[in-house]
């Protein structure tokens, strides 16, 4: 069975130790909220913390594009959306949002992730019943829109002239 299209986490609230000498959420708790709100949904594709203790296989962060949108206060309360963008034998590609409870976009976060054998540790291809559950959510994800901050670069656009 896939995940819903998009997955949504359950309702996180921003904790005192989060809150940074700004007054807001400190840049590295934006990690740890898309972090826990991708477990829910990793568990369901069998690629969660059982899947690595029982198989020994697990996904490594490649590579991440995090986007600041609105701050986040302390008391704050979001939820994580989770969509399936690509994947192949080894590698998976996804994209998250935080929204605040009040419907608010916060923050944004594309990854890409490497299937690893800890055994190794080296990249490995998905075993064949984690590819179907891969296969079915990334079709049911492809009905949602591509996701306008999928696939941005860092730059300074110059002015011309």
Aim: with cysteine; hydrophobic share 40%.
């Amino acid at each position: 069975m896939p995940l819903p299209a998009p997955f949504v986490s359950h309702v996180m609230e921003m904790e005192k130790d989060w809150i940074d000498y700004n007054g807001h959420l400190n840049m590295a708790y934006y990690h740890v909220i898309f972090d826990r709100g991708s477990e829910a949904a990793l568990d369901l594709l069998s690629l969660g913390a059982e899947y690595a203790r029982d198989r020994r296989l697990t996904l490594y962060t490649a590579e991440v594009h995090l986007c600041y949108v609105r701050e986040l206060l302390l008391g704050d309360k979001v939820t994580v959306t989770f969509q399936v963008l690509d994947y192949d034998e080894k590698r998976l590609r996804t994209y998250q949002e935080i929204h605040h409870v009040d419907g608010w976009l916060a923050a944004t976060a594309e990854t890409l992730s490497l299937h690893v054998d800890m055994n190794g540790p080296k990249v490995a291809p998905f075993p064949e019943d984690v590819m179907e559950k891969l296969q079915a959510t990334a079709a049911a994800h492809a009905a949602l829109p591509v996701p306008e901050r999928a696939g941005r670069a860092i730059g300074i656009k110059r002015r011309k002239g």
